[in-house]
């Protein structure tokens, strides 16, 4: 298994923190192109809640700048400051939505910045056209560009019960393109779902692991049901099981032994604030958590 965190530590030789930037982008599944309100799990912040304290769309600068300070006291004290670089991710609504002019206008001036070693787009499969597609090829050119794709799932059956908006067909569709691009792509996965089975959950890792080109990387969380999202006034009126965290860390290490070897793990658990977060209250023991995973991914993996 290959983390995010060793995989760049290869490339540059030290840490690389991620900071989480807006570029004032909305999303089609909330502004009525395809849908309103968003992804059931989605609360109005888009999935970039932690990023919204310093979000000044005014000034990308600005942003970076606050952004930088949340993370420089984790800094080692041997490393000065001023020569980290960073991940600039753009989290929050689909960024890769809206006129291409603009974006392209905010992410060339975010790439050139000597502190910014990667530029990260969170989006959506439907919103990369041959415009989008051209625009992200050219910046990828000047700096690594990684794209992440919110699939979630390989089930239509329970994409539509999120309201997500795209067959997977259309996910399978812009991961060639990328690919063909030699984009790098993450693909976001939910363990979870209201009425997905184990089996539907390994399905969808299986989806991702039969593609080709590999897949370059995936993000895995469970479930959070969160304050203000629709999912939360669905489970509030009809609650329905969660796994446990025994349950949730033996599937993780399940679905990354399923995964290609190169595949790299950004993510295999994941924390909404806790000042939103109904349920699973366990998914904030992050450091247990992390601990039982890696605990039974050697186990996996001394058994295969």
């Not at 970076?64 to 753009?90: C, G, M, N, T, W």
């Not at 959506?124 to 051209?134: N, V, W």
């Not at 995936?218 to 009126?237: D, H, P, T």
């Not at 604030?273 to 890696?294: C, E, G, Y």
Request: charged fraction near 25%.
């Amino acid at each position: 298994m290959i983390t995010l965190s060793d995989h760049l530590k290869s490339i540059y030789g030290q840490k690389i923190y991620r900071i989480s930037l807006s570029s004032g982008c909305t999303c089609p599944n909330r502004d009525g192109s395809i849908g309103t309100g968003g992804c059931t799990f989605c609360t109005a912040g888009g999935s970039g809640e932690f990023a919204t304290d310093i979000i000044s769309l005014d000034d990308i600068d600005t942003q970076i700048e606050k952004a930088k300070q949340k993370v420089i006291h984790k800094l080692p004290s041997d490393i000065r400051p001023q020569k980290q670089r960073f991940i600039a991710y753009f989290q929050s609504y689909t960024n890769t939505y809206g006129d291409t002019g603009r974006l392209r206008s905010i992410y060339e001036k975010v790439i050139r910045r000597d502190d910014i070693a990667v530029l990260s787009l969170g989006t959506r499969p439907d919103c990369i056209d041959e415009e989008k597609l051209q625009m992200i090829i050219k910046l990828d050119q000047i700096k690594p560009v990684w794209i992440e794709l919110g699939l979630q799932t390989a089930n239509d059956h329970t994409a539509e019960r999120i309201h997500r908006g795209y067959p997977t067909s259309v996910f399978d569709d812009c991961f060639r393109r990328l690919k063909s691009a030699d984009i790098e792509v993450i693909a976001h996965v939910i363990f979870g779902l209201p009425g997905e089975s184990r089996d539907d959950m390994l399905a969808t890792i299986r989806h991702l692991a039969f593609l080709y080109p590999p897949l370059d990387g995936i993000k895995i969380q469970m479930l959070n049901i969160l304050e203000g999202s629709f999912l939360a006034e669905e489970y509030k009126r009809h609650p329905f099981p969660q796994m446990t965290m025994e349950e949730y860390t033996d599937l993780v290490a399940e679905a990354v032994s399923i995964l290609p070897d190169t595949t790299v793990i950004h993510r295999m658990t994941g924390d909404g604030p806790r000042n939103l977060l109904i349920s699973p209250k366990w998914v904030t023991d992050k450091k247990r958590v992390m601990n039982m995973l890696r605990r039974k991914i050697a186990y996996v993996s001394a058994d295969t």
